[in-house]
Antibody, heavy 124, light 109 residues
Framework: QVQLRESGPGLVKPSETLSLSCTVS????????WSWIRQAPGRGLEWIGY???????EYNPSLKSRVTISLDTSKQQFSLELKSVTAADTAVYYC??????????????????WGQGSLVPVSS | QSVLTQPPSASGTPGQTFSTSCSGS????????VHWYQQLPGAAPKLLIY???QRPSGVPDRFSGSKSGTSASLTISGLRSEDEADYYC???????????FGAGTKLTV
């Protein structure tokens, strides 16, 4: 079965870089749109960005200047880096697979598998 | 503040039919598919409905979705206590060039 698992430091200091990895099993990473989504405490879901299996990326404009998402096909992993974090970046970070069965992609895509989430507090 | 509007909370009783809405615009719902996610307390979101009205394998047919114009709705028939969760609508936003989520509706059963 398809599984995604986030991993990374449990705490990040303000102004530093948040780094997370997502290990994918049960499906090839050389397809689909691999996304990061976050949820601040008590808040809704916010899409951060995705990396397509070709390596191309798209980011939420509100975070674009600070975000890098990359793919390592040899490790079946994709990663998130968020620079210059503040307390406002404290959230549960989810990795998810974006699947597109539509003729128009990625517009028709949806998130069919999610990781369990990784809580990353930003605090000194 | 999300570009998709959902009522923040709702309640229902077991056995009842429940519906919740998701309102957007021509740049998102009006021209794209709507998907719904269920987030049980303390868990990751789970895909509930995709492409407006399609159910993934394993999702009971008590759950259904529809879309009309720039709005969409999720309906749960035969409400159960285990349906108590947050429900998020999502779609592609042409202005953002990416997916957007509603703020979610917290359903209490």
């Amino acid at each position: 079965q398809v599984q995604l698992r986030e991993s990374g430091p449990g705490l990040v200091k303000p102004s530093e870089t948040l780094s997370l990895s997502c290990t994918v099993s049960g499906t090839s990473i050389t397809s689909y749109y691999w996304s990061w989504i976050r949820q601040a405490p008590g808040r809704g879901l916010e899409w951060i960005g995705y990396v397509y299996y070709t390596g191309s990326t798209e980011y939420n404009p509100s975070l674009k200047s600070r975000v890098t998402i990359s793919l390592d096909t040899s490790k079946q992993q994709f990663s998130l880096e968020l620079k210059s974090v503040t307390a406002a970046d404290t959230a549960v970070y989810y990795c998810a697979r974006g699947y597109c069965s539509s003729a128009i992609c990625p517009q028709g895509s949806y998130f069919d598998f999610w990781g369990q989430g990784s809580l990353v507090p930003v605090s000194s | 503040q999300s570009v998709l509007t959902q009522p923040p909370s709702a309640s229902g009783t077991p056995g009842q039919t429940f519906s919740t809405s998701c309102s957007g615009s021509s740049s998102n719902i009006g021209g794209n598919y709507v998907h719904w996610y269920q987030q049980l307390p303390g868990a990751a979101p789970k895909l509930l409905i995709y492409r407006n009205n399609q159910r993934p394998s394993g999702v009971p047919d008590r759950f259904s979705g529809s879309k009309s114009g720039t709005s969409a709705s999720l309906t749960i028939s035969g409400l159960r206590s285990e349906d108590e969760a947050d429900y998020y609508c999502a779609t592609w936003d042409d202005s953002l060039s990416g997916p957007v989520f509603g703020a979610g509706t917290k359903l209490t059963v």
